[in-house]
């Protein structure tokens, strides 16, 4: 983590054309239709100068992180909650190594959603969001989300009826109460195209080291491919608010992605305008006692509690 002293980085953005957050936040009209998952919007510079843009980008991250962090452990409330809903091989779990990665751990809650448990299916699906939102302080990370009840669960017909417009609006409800109580949510929809999400499956098979990975009910899913790009639409479309919104993410260049990523969540950081608590104790007392301590030590004088 950075030190006390150190000044803000000032991390160059000559290769954007504008922040991240508005190049990639969606609009009323979002068409999965027409959404380029191989783009890299806004991004002049090639993959060798996003990263090395991402290493300047992971050191602001890691001061920010512990500026948050501190706030915390200080009574402070706020947070940071990133959301990854992507289909499989999408590469939400390289954003959690390379992104999130770059700051401390202990400054980080990472949780992702499967198949609901017995206990979690008793209860109203966002039970479990709720039960999992980040402490303050801390950097939320949801590898899958409350999305999944109005993606995978619509797909498969896990309920009856025409219940989305209304989950849609509980999911709004919820994320307005989240972000009010002082959480900045941070929506990304890692998008990835047909063709490269069959590559990199077929590229699992091929690697002895990524067997654990592959699943043959990705390739099941595929076969409800529309149908899942239908619902990633419609969602997107009705959930993403001035309080949460959604950002695409062109998924197909791994090196693009966790660097728009990477930039998102900065933004968010930086708009938090951290700064380091106050010492809640008498900062000159304190230096004299560490200076009466070194004056003991060359002394030779046996370790004792010293008096404030």
């Not at 996003?50 to 512990?66: F, I, P, T």
């Not at 067997?211 to 390739?219: A, I, S, T, V």
């Not at 608590?277 to 560490?290: G, H, K, L, M, N």
Request: with cysteine; glycine share 10%.
């Amino acid at each position: 983590m950075a030190k006390e002293g150190k000044k803000k980085s000032g991390t160059s953005t000559r290769a954007w054309e504008a922040p991240a957050s508005q190049l990639l936040r969606v609009g009323s009209d979002f068409s999965i239709g027409s959404f380029d998952a191989a783009a890299t919007p806004g991004w002049s510079g090639g993959e060798k100068a996003a990263l090395k843009r991402m290493k300047k980008v992971g050191e602001e991250l890691s001061e920010l992180q512990e500026r948050l962090f501190a706030e915390g452990k200080h009574g402070g409330t706020r947070s940071v909650l990133l959301v990854l809903q992507g289909m499989d091989t999408a590469g939400k779990g390289g954003i959690v190594r390379h992104v999130v990665g770059m700051v401390d751990p202990q400054g980080v809650h990472h949780r992702s959603f499967g198949v609901p448990t017995e206990e979690e299916r008793s209860h109203h699906y966002l039970w479990r969001i709720r039960n999992a939102l980040p402490k303050p302080g801390k950097i939320g990370v949801f590898d899958r989300s409350q999305y999944e009840d109005v993606l995978v669960v619509r797909v498969n017909r896990l309920v009856d009826g025409d219940p989305w417009p209304e989950r849609f609006g509980e999911i709004n409800d919820f994320e307005r109460e989240v972000a009010e109580s002082g959480t900045v949510i941070v929506k990304c929809a890692m998008l990835v195209s047909p063709d490269e999400q069959l590559r990199r499956l077929e590229e699992r098979l091929a690697r002895l080291d990524k067997h654990w990975k592959y699943n043959p009910g990705d390739l099941d899913e595929r076969e409800n491919w529309d149908a899942y790009m239908a619902a990633y639409e419609d969602a997107i479309r009705n959930t993403s608010t001035d309080w949460a919104p959604w950002h695409a993410i062109p998924a197909d260049n791994k090196w693009f992605a966790r660097l728009a990523v990477s930039e998102l969540l900065l933004e968010a950081l930086q708009g938090l305008e951290l700064g380091w608590p106050a010492a809640d104790f008498d900062v000159a007392a304190e230096q004299s006692r560490i200076a009466a301590a070194k004056d003991a030590a060359r002394r030779g004088v046996p370790s004792m509690r010293l008096q404030g």
